[in-house]
């Protein structure tokens, strides 16, 4: 019997079977940010360990760092900077590299790890943070951990993991014009439920997974955890290779020779077994926006929140009832057409070049309709870099977009800068819980697409739509 893509990387990483249905495996990369990794990095001073690899442990600064234009080390966030500060510090006495504020490189982890070649195929990739799955992209088995196993890990360089079950999910058939790996993954969610990967690694494949960027596989990925699943993944090909050839920490010359060889082994062999399998047939996803504070609770933007009777249960539907309330929605309402008062592009989920791309293929001559506050926030300062070098931020701010410095920013409220009590936001973030991005914010997600048309229209817009419609109308 042969083995899933999972598998093979677990024993390859594998010191000891623990018998309990848990193993100590192997940690290539322990990455932290200053919200966590500040509390791992105290933790191992406080109890006198020290870093076993130094040298394999990043430290990025994201989340509660000021976007602003002219930002230091002061956040909107009440005693942010000490955060800020106490990490910096905690990373210099161990000797760990920090993505910093005011650096060419700085930016949300999951964005640099990849960017910088730190996240590599095959590499078992470690972060307190729950979204590290995105750099599953590359065919990395990456996981989101606490601040005291992260502290363990920088201690020993191991973990201890529970096996998870395997389940792949393929998506058969090409996606529509407008349709993008955002939609993809509430595609998933919305069908089969935010629990519908618990206690699995799911491996995402297939032709339109194959036919995917990178930068999208990363996307898809990212939301692995919002399906409840322990990790996602995509076996590494040519285009991971391509993506990731003379990135700063990439292997080079003869090391890359090797790399390339041993990378190629990183597929599912084709009598692999899998616990459970998920086919989904590209055809039947629209663009996807979430009418609830689930991620869930998702549909196509040109249908209508759902009727109560919908749901699938009792408890489904007292939940969709208190969901509807926060949201201020009623069922039957159409999606379409829903006045907006923010838009948002960013965060570890959509704010890489291709995200930028595409929503400023949408905003080109184009001005955001008045009384919406529109903001787009880079996902590296690279990709920032990289998104001016070709004028994009020109897009960006003759729209009327703010154009930021990087980091979490908005995605989610750290008591720092939000959109307003009772604000509708349409956004590329992945959360979309209660107070997720500050007291009473209403949170739609959707792709930078999808966000770029309805920042425009001032309203929950379908892009196939909009796109049609001639510059001048919109201006
Ligand atoms: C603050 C951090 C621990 C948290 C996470 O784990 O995901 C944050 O990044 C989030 O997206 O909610
Ligand atoms: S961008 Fe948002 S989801 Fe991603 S790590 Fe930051 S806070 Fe978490």
Not at 117 to 133: E, K, M, R, W, Y
Not at 260 to 285: G, K, M, P, T, Y
Request: net charge negative; with cysteine.
């Amino acid at each position: 019997m042969g083995s899933t893509l999972v598998e093979k990387l677990w024993s390859r990483h594998r010191v000891a079977d623990l018998g309990d249905g848990t193993d100590l495996l192997y940690v290539d990369r322990v990455l932290l940010h200053e919200r966590t990794g500040s509390i791992a990095l105290k933790e191992l001073a406080e109890t006198g360990r020290a870093v076993r690899h130094p040298g394999r442990a990043f430290v990025c600064m994201d989340h509660i760092v000021d976007t602003r234009p002219g930002r230091g080390d002061d956040t909107v966030m009440p005693g942010g900077t000490a955060f800020i500060r106490e990490t910096r510090a905690g990373a210099a006495a161990a000797g760990i590299h920090v993505f910093d504020i005011g650096q060419d490189d700085q930016g949300i982890v999951h964005v640099v790890s990849p960017e910088q070649g730190i996240a590599l195929p095959g590499l078992t990739v470690v972060c307190p943070d729950s979204h590290t799955c995105t750099q599953g992209g590359l065919g990395a088995l990456a996981w989101g951990i606490g601040s005291s196993e992260a502290a363990h890990a920088l201690a020993t360089q191991t973990l201890v993991v529970r096996r998870p079950r395997q389940m792949r999910v393929r998506f058969e058939g090409a996606l529509g014009a407008g349709v993008g790996p955002k939609d993809m993954i509430l595609h998933l969610i919305a069908t089969h439920g935010a629990d519908g990967g618990a206690g699995h690694a799911v491996e995402f494949s297939g032709p339109a997974v194959s036919a995917l960027s990178i930068e999208g596989r990363m996307t898809l990925c990212n939301m692995a955890v919002e399906f409840a699943a322990w990790t996602g993944l995509c076996a590494p090909d040519a285009k991971t290779l391509a993506w990731i050839d003379g990135r700063p920490r990439a292997p080079k010359g003869a090391d890359w020779a090797a790399a390339v060889a041993d990378w190629a082994e990183l597929r599912s062999d084709d009598d692999a077994v899998f616990d459970r399998e998920i086919v989904i047939n590209c055809a039947d996803i629209a663009p996807y926006v979430t009418w609830g504070t689930s991620p869930q609770h998702a549909v196509p933007i040109d249908s209508r929140v759902p009727a109560l009777e919908e749901a699938r249960d009792a408890t489904a539907a007292t939940a969709w009832r208190r969901a509807l309330a926060y949201m201020d929605l009623t069922p039957g309402q159409s999606l379409a057409g829903l006045p907006i008062d923010g838009a948002f592009i960013g965060s570890c989920t959509n704010s890489r070049l291709s995200d930028l791309r595409a929503a400023a293929e949408v905003l080109r001559g184009r001005k955001v309709a008045p009384g919406v506050r529109a903001i787009c926030v880079p996902g590296s300062m690279r990709v920032k870099a990289a998104a001016e070098a070709e004028g994009l931020h020109t897009v960006f701010l003759d729209a009327g977009f703010e154009w930021r410095e990087s980091g979490c920013s908005m995605c989610f409220f750290a008591g720092g800068e939000h959109f307003g009590q009772s604000q509708r936001v349409v956004t590329t973030t992945n959360r979309n819980f209660e107070n997720r991005q500050g007291p009473g914010t209403r949170s739609h997600l959707a792709s930078p697409t999808t966000v770029a048309a309805s920042a425009i229209a001032g309203r929950l817009a379908d892009a196939r739509v909009q796109a049609l419609l001639p510059p001048a109308a919109k201006a």
